[in-house]
């Protein structure tokens, strides 16, 4: 580690790197914390056994116009999670070169021992436990209170930086989802799920109580991980060289094929109908950049005048 810098300035250098790069949050993990949470054999030190901090970090999701477009448009518009890996990767070698600690940037792949659907390494315990993000009634995406959904990455590190805390309260479910869980039993996210993925409960104090993800019937959907194993089956089953050219070039395949030829993430991305209606996300900083403005203007008329206040009542400012 670099001579002279503490770890909380240590940290503070790694928040404003990411920042410069265009995450949205920053946040460090507690290494026992994910331990204890973690299954067995997939806890950080699985992965970097010397390990002393986990940070995570967030990027925004779509645009306030990727929102307003149809779905097949969506698909291709609204995934930014390579954004955030890409940070991650660089935040790792500022890290070692910066302040002389080992550190690796978190894969975000499948474990290839336990197939598509188990990752290597859970990035939204990390951003949990890190307090960037907490669960909500839709599936398990994460939600910000500010920032809405946001796609996350993680860094290892051997060097040791104050972890922060989870968030003390949970943004969702929002009032309005409530309100209609009140009417109808459902919140938004479950009632516009397409393939009806989602359910659960709401307390009495609206809070979420239960939260229910039928991955498997989101699959279907979206986060086609067998997509191209399933089209080679086909191929290997046709009868005849018109059926197998079928299985190769019928226009949902050929959509695939271009998505791979031009490194498209969106391949593998989520519907988004559950956050097109959720209220958290659609009001959040980055999809109502006006409101993020007036509140900053409003702030500093705020500041200006406690200044003036102060000068005519002979306060040190």
Same mark, same amino acid.
């Given at each position: ?8 300035? +240590? ?23 994910? *331990? ?23 990027? =925004? ?22 954004? +955030?890996?890409?940070?991650?990767? =660089? ?61 996350? +990455? ?15 309260? #949970? ?40 939260? #229910? ?12 991980? *067998?997509?191209?194993? #399933? ?62 403005? =007036? ?9 200006? #005048?406690? +200044? ?10």
């Amino acid at each position: 580690m670099a001579k002279n810098i503490e770890s909380m300035e +240590a940290k503070e250098l790694m928040r404003d790197y990411v920042m410069q790069k265009g995450a949205l949050a920053f946040g460090v993990a507690d290494v026992q914390t994910l *331990e204890k949470i973690a299954p067995q054999g997939y806890g950080p030190t699985a992965l970097l056994p010397r390990v002393k901090s986990v940070i995570s970090l967030g990027v =925004g999701g779509g645009t306030r116009g990727a929102w307003a477009a149809d779905a097949k448009t969506l698909a291709y518009i609204g995934d930014t999670e390579t954004m +955030a890996y890409k940070i991650a990767y =660089g935040l790792a070698f500022m890290i070692e070169q910066k302040f002389g600690a080992r550190a690796i940037f978190c894969p975000p792949d499948m474990d290839p021992e336990k197939g598509a659907r188990t990752p290597m390494q859970s990035l939204k315990l990390h951003a949990e436990v890190a307090g960037i993000g907490a669960r909500s009634m839709a599936g398990d995406i994460l939600l910000h209170p500010d920032f809405g959904m946001m796609y996350y +990455a993680s860094v290892f590190t051997e060097m040791t930086v104050p972890p922060d805390q989870p968030m003390a309260e #949970n943004p969702c479910p929002h009032p309005s989802c409530v309100k209609l869980y009140d009417q109808t039993g459902q919140t938004p996210c479950m009632r516009f799920c397409p393939v009806d993925c989602l359910s659960g409960s709401v307390d009495e104090n609206g809070k979420l109580e239960e939260m #229910n993800y039928d991955a498997h019937a989101c699959a279907a959907m979206s986060q086609q991980y *067998e997509a191209i194993p #399933n089209i080679l089956l086909d191929m290997m089953d046709a009868k005849d060289p018109i059926e197998r050219g079928m299985a190769v070039h019928s226009p949902e395949n050929q959509l695939i094929w271009y998505k791979l030829s031009i490194g498209a993430g969106e391949l593998l991305s989520l519907c988004y109908e559950c956050m097109r209606v959720c209220p958290i996300t659609q009001s959040s900083m980055m999809v109502k950049p006006i409101a993020k403005e =007036g509140g900053l203007r409003q702030k500093v008329s705020e500041a200006k #005048n406690q +200044a003036q206040t102060d000068i005519e009542t002979g306060v040190d400012p």
